[in-house]
C-alpha cells in the first residue's frame, strides 16, 4: 500500500474522446504529483499541487491537458481530444518526508 | 533543462553478486536523488534516497554520491533473482527527472 489509489486502473478510448483521470491519496497530502510513462522510459513530470494550487507545469502538459485538485484532497487530470500519442501509464504520487515520493498503481491509457 | 543518464543494460548478474548501476545528472544544482524499482507492468517503488556526497546503506543497498562527479550510484548486494527489475534514478524533487531506467536481471 502506498498511500494512493487511482482510477481506472485501465482505460480504452477512441481518437478524439475525452478521458479524466482520478488520484485519491489515503489521507491528504500537502503535494500531489502527475506523471506520465511510456513504454521504455522513465517516468515524465508533468504537474504538481501544493494543497489545491498548482504549482508547476511541465511544458508536456499541452493545452489538450488540465488538472484539478478541489480543497486539496483528490486530483483529477483530464486529457481532452485524445491523440494515440497520448497512450501512456499516468502515474500519481504524493510526498511524504524528506521530498519523497511515493507512485500509486498508474492508470493505463490507450487511445485507439 | 535537466538531464539523467543511466546505463541503458541489460545488465545480466548471476544469483548472489553485486549489481552495480549509475547515473549521472547534468544540473549541478541538484539536491535530492533517488533510486526507484519497477517491476514490469506495475508503478515505481522507492528504495532509496540520498541527499549528501557519500554512501547511505539500506540493508542489501548502498546509494553513492558524488556532487563534483554529478554522479549516482545503487550497488545490490547478494543479489536475487527478485531484485530482477528496472531501476530508475530520478533527481530533485519539483519536476522530479528520472533517467530512461536499466534493466537488471538476477539470474539463479
Known amino acids: 500500500d502506498t498511500g494512493v489509489s487511482q482510477d481506472p486502473r485501465h482505460k480504452i478510448t477512441k481518437r478524439g474522446q475525452n478521458v479524466t483521470f482520478r488520484c485519491d491519496p489515503i489521507s491528504e497530502h500537502n503535494r500531489l504529483y502527475w506523471y506520465r510513462q511510456t513504454l521504455g522510459q522513465g517516468p515524465e513530470f508533468l504537474t504538481y499541487f501544493q494543497n489545491e494550487a498548482q504549482l508547476e507545469k511541465s511544458r508536456l502538459l499541452s493545452d489538450r491537458f488540465s488538472a484539478e485538485r478541489p480543497k486539496g484532497s483528490f486530483s483529477t487530470l483530464e486529457i481532452q481530444r485524445t491523440e494515440q500519442g497520448d497512450s501512456a501509464m499516468y502515474l500519481c504520487?504524493?510526498?511524504?518526508?524528506?521530498?519523497?515520493?511515493?507512485f500509486g498503481p498508474g492508470t493505463r491509457l490507450l487511445v485507439l | 533543462q535537466k538531464e539523467v543518464e543511466q546505463n541503458s543494460g541489460p545488465l545480466s548478474v548471476p544469483e548472489g553478486a553485486i549489481a552495480s548501476l549509475n547515473c549521472t545528472y547534468s544540473?549541478?544544482?541538484?539536491?535530492?536523488f533517488f533510486w526507484y524499482r519497477q517491476y514490469s507492468g506495475k508503478s515505481p517503488e522507492l528504495i532509496m534516497s540520498i541527499y549528501s556526497n557519500g554512501d547511505k546503506e539500506d540493508g542489501r543497498f548502498t546509494a553513492q554520491l558524488n556532487k563534483a562527479s554529478q554522479y549516482v550510484s545503487l550497488l545490490i548486494r547478494d543479489s536475487q533473482p527478485s531484485d530482477s527489475a528496472t531501476y530508475l534514478c530520478?533527481?530533485?524533487?519539483?519536476?522530479?527527472?528520472f533517467g530512461a531506467g536499466t534493466r537488471l536481471t538476477v539470474k539463479p
Open positions: 544540473d549541478r544544482g541538484s539536491q535530492s
Open positions: 504520487a504524493w510526498e511524504a518526508l524528506q521530498e519523497t515520493q511515493y
Open positions: 530520478a533527481v530533485d524533487r519539483n519536476d522530479m527527472r
